[in-house]
């Protein structure tokens, strides 16, 4: 079987001082070319889906550090129409939105790119983007109830979906119905945070259900993801809040304890793994770039994912050993993404082909068909 | 040169005037059909696009409405989707001030403003009820009497959002290493009745500073939120008189806001049908308001009056001899029809059926045809050329500034208006022949956005 591979995109890349890279086109950070542009390069090579970063809070006060931050749905919505093939995976903050709404725009996201719409659920741990919402107080919740919520938060996403049955819009002449509201489902979601009556304002979306991702160090978010997500993002020689991620095997292990102890029904979950890449034609020159970027940001880069400092083989390497473990792929974070994601795509891409271990086509046009999961029976369904 | 007008293109909505019986009628959900449409709308020269919302499917008698188109995508996400597929039309979504959060909705349309090149506009509505609240997490919990002013308090927070980043903050100089001139742009304080936020706000200034405001609602208080704060007000009023008066009447409040008479743009909603003579038209548009009200929307519309079940009513009979139910308040949620303005308009229920039967007696109409005559109406029906010279009486006569246009076909609606009438009003030099602009508020005539304060805090 071969591997999935992602990029996590990021506005110029995961290195603070990417914006200063030659074509790194700072100055066109907040317009859609920079985006179209992006996602071209990614689609030309094959890779399964692109995620996009997002956050309500900025991440830095430093006027030399590049800062906004754009709506991370509505740009996939704007490069949407622009690809064909390649999945695209917002980040949404699931503490300080509506369910309703990101339900609907996540299948609106499904309707625009027929079929390649996914959703990357994030819990919100700033205390200063509580302040930007001003409705709940930071630190007064503990970590497991807005995990609860986020969990709560998937299951109306989807039961929303699912509220208009594939064939409700029946267009009866005779009796005058446009729907037969037989199959149009209240939801009646209640929960410790909010309660969801629905049905949706929005149709089933071509998937059925979207694919829904989540990114966890720790048992807390591995079991999130158990109970709702398909794919879960990880990071094997990384580190948490807690500490050490432990590596692939253990991380593995973790995963499927907890898809164990949640009951986990259907597919297992595609367990990905995360790496943050910086790409050259040798180690030494990666380093070298890596020590250049250090050096003109005046820190050196830390990141809860591993970094990856070498050659593309390096990183087929580990792609290799991962799979071997039985992750399903690897979400590759570039440092600098006007340089290592061409690297990605136009040198990785086909070292992995050569070894058999990615696709050299797409062979399926939706999100969920890249993963191979059938589109899924409507929960509220009468056979 | 004659006063210029303005147009817009209302999506078909939810409604009954939107007809999906007809052979020629599409999928209104699918992206292709949203696609088809703003691109008539942009082969017209159109302002922009118009996109409404409803946050509940509307329900009568206990169960979901079925007798309507139903089903939409998000607005301004569709309307994100739409800015890939057009280079120079407007974008408006309707987006709701009770069920959402100034943040979160700012930043929104400041990405829309940002990836669209300065197209975005934000139709600002306020529905309040429990109904639709069940829906979100707070229920329904804003009284009536607040609507407004959580309206007003949220639109006034986006716009200190948007004004929170100088327009030349960004530098993005590699060479100099400095991407902004100061290091915490964007921040913000605001304290006020419905809101208590601070940080800061994370989208840098986008094209058109403020994205246009429009506003939807016809109360006393409706009007004065618009003659401070929108850019444009849609309307109901698409008669000659009444469209004069109310045009009067909100021109006359600008003043006392600072603003000038050509700050707010005035469009009534206009639905049209033409011909290829007087009388063909005439026949379409009696095809279409049949089309409109078939045999079960007459039964619905009257029970929206009598405010109980007349599934037993003969809709090609008379009008019922009998009252209506009256005990029942519309607004505290206690009416057989949910999620539906329209049911507001019925202020006196037993003169309204009274009404209706005195017309059927009089004319020997069946109860379909007085809903017909009531509910059916299109404001423009004739030959092209007479469309166009009704439309530009009414601008020339200050019973508007132009339309919110409401085909009643999806997603090919638009296109004999743009084909057969534009040509002929730009031909009276009323209407562009090139869109001149790059951004909405310069299509609409508008000022650009008051520039920007370094720092915003607003205790209210
Ligand atoms: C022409 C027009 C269009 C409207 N469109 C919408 C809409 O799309 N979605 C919505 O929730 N409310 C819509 N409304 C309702 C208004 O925003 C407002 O909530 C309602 O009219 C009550 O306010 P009022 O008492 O000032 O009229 C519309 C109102 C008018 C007059």
């Known amino acids: 079987m071969t591997l999935h591979l992602a990029v996590a995109l990021d506005g110029t890349g995961w290195h603070p001082a990417s914006w200063r890279e030659p074509g790194a086109r700072p100055g066109e950070l907040f317009t859609a070319g920079f985006w179209v542009d992006q996602l071209r390069e990614a689609e030309a090579g094959l890779l399964d889906l692109v995620t996009i970063e997002d956050s309500f809070a900025l991440d830095s006060d430093r006027a030399d550090r590049a800062q906004g931050r754009l709506d991370a749905q509505l740009i996939a919505l704007r490069v949407g129409p622009v690809t064909s093939r390649i999945g695209l995976v917002p980040t949404v903050v699931t503490t300080h939105t509506e369910p309703f709404h990101v339900s609907t725009e996540i299948a609106t996201l499904d309707y625009v790119t027929t079929g390649r719409a996914g959703v990357r659920v994030k819990v919100s741990s700033r205390a200063d983007e509580y302040a930007l919402f001003g409705r709940r107080e930071y630190g007064a919740e503990s970590h497991e109830s807005l995990f609860d919520e986020a969990a709560d938060h998937i299951e109306v996403q989807r039961r929303l979906w699912d509220s208009w049955e594939d064939d409700a819009e029946i267009r009866d002449a005779a009796t005058g119905r446009f729907v037969d509201r037989d199959k149009l489902h209240y939801i009646d979601f209640a929960g410790d945070h909010f309660s969801v009556r629905g049905p949706s304002i929005t149709p089933r979306p071509p998937q059925g259900q979207p694919l829904v991702s989540a990114l966890a160090h720790v048992d807390v978010a591995y079991r999130l993801a158990a109970r709702g997500a398909d794919l879960v993002f990880v990071t094997p020689g990384g580190v948490g809040r807690a500490g050490p991620t432990g590596d692939a095997e253990a991380i593995l292990r973790q995963v499927r304890a907890e898809e164990a102890s949640v009951g986990r029904q259907g597919d297992p979950l595609h367990v990905i793994g995360d790496l943050l890449v910086v790409l050259d034609d040798s180690a030494d020159a990666a380093r070298e770039r890596l020590a250049r970027l250090d050096a003109a940001d005046g820190e050196e880069l830390r990141s809860d994912a591993r970094i990856l400092t070498g050659t593309v083989g390096d990183v087929a390497d580990v792609l290799e050993s991962w799979h071997a473990t039985g992750l399903a792929g690897a979400r590759l974070r570039p440092a600098v993404t006007a340089h290592d994601l061409a690297r990605i795509t136009r040198e990785l891409v086909p070292e992995l082909q050569r070894r058999g271990l990615f696709r050299t086509a797409y062979d399926a046009d939706t999100l969920r068909g890249h993963f191979g999961l059938a589109r899924p029976a409507d929960r509220y369904a009468r056979t | ?460």
């Open chain 2, 1 to 460: 040169m004659p006063k210029q007008i303005h147009l817009a293109a209302h999506f078909p909505g939810v409604n009954n005037t939107t007809v999906w019986s007809d052979p020629a009628s599409g999928s209104h959900i699918e992206f292709e059909s949203f696609r088809r449409f703003a691109q008539a709308a942009e082969r017209g020269k159109f302002d922009f696009l118009f996109l409404a919302e409803g946050l509940r499917l509307r329900e009568q008698g206990g169960r979901i409405y079925d007798l309507d188109v139903m089903g939409r995508p998000d607005n301004v996400a569709i309307l994100q989707a739409l800015a890939a597929v057009t280079e120079h039309i407007g974008l408006a979504g309707t987006v709701n001030s009770t069920f959402n959060e100034p943040l979160d909705v700012a930043r929104k349309l400041a990405t829309l403003d940002h990836l669209s090149g300065g197209r975005a506009a934000w139709n600002v509505v306020t529905s309040w009820d429990e109904f639709t609240g069940e829906n979100f997490r707070r229920g329904g919990y804003l009284p009536k009497d607040k609507r407004y002013l959580r309206a007003q308090e949220m639109l006034s927070t986006a716009q200190a959002l948007w004004d929170s980043w100088d327009a030349d903050e960004v530098l993005a100089d590699a060479a100099s290493g400095r991407f902004l001139r100061h290091g915490d742009a964007g921040r913000f304080a605001i304290r006020s009745d419905q809101f208590d936020i601070s940080g800061r706000f994370p989208v840098p200034r986008s094209p058109q500073g403020r994205p246009v405001i429009i506003q939807a609602g016809d109360s006393e208080e409706g009007r004065e939120f618009a003659a401070s704060s929108a850019d444009a007000i849609f309307t109901r009023h698409a008669e000659l008189e009444a469209g004069q008066e109310f045009y009067a009447d909100v021109k006359a409040r600008l003043a006392k806001f600072g603003r000038r008479p050509e700050d707010l743009k005035i469009l009534p909603a206009a639905t049209f049908v033409l011909g290829a003579t007087e009388s063909e038209a005439a026949e379409n548009a009696r095809q279409v308001q049949y089309q409109q009200v078939g045999p079960a929307t007459a039964i619905a519309f009257a029970e929206q009056v009598w405010n109980r079940d007349l599934s037993d009513v003969d809709p090609d009979g008379p009008v019922p001899s009998f009252d209506p139910k009256t005990d029942d308040d519309v607004d505290s949620g206690g009416h057989i029809s949910k999620g539906r303005a329209s049911v507001r308009m019925y202020r006196d229920p037993v003169a309204t059926a009274r009404e209706w039967r005195e017309l059927g007696e009089r004319e020997g109409l069946s109860l379909r045809e007085v809903v017909i005559r009531k509910n059916g109406r299109h404001t423009f029906v004739g030959t092209p050329q007479r469309v166009a010279d009704t439309i530009d009486e009414f601008v020339q006569s200050d019973a508007s500034d132009g339309f919110v246009l409401v085909p009643h076909i999806t997603p090919g609606g638009m296109d004999p208006f743009v084909d057969q009438v534009v040509p002929l009003l730009q031909e009276k030099g009323s209407f562009r022949t090139e869109y001149e602009g790059a951004t909405l508020r310069e299509h609409l005539g508008l000022r650009p956005s008051p520039t920007t304060v370094a720092a915003v805090s607003v205790e209210a």
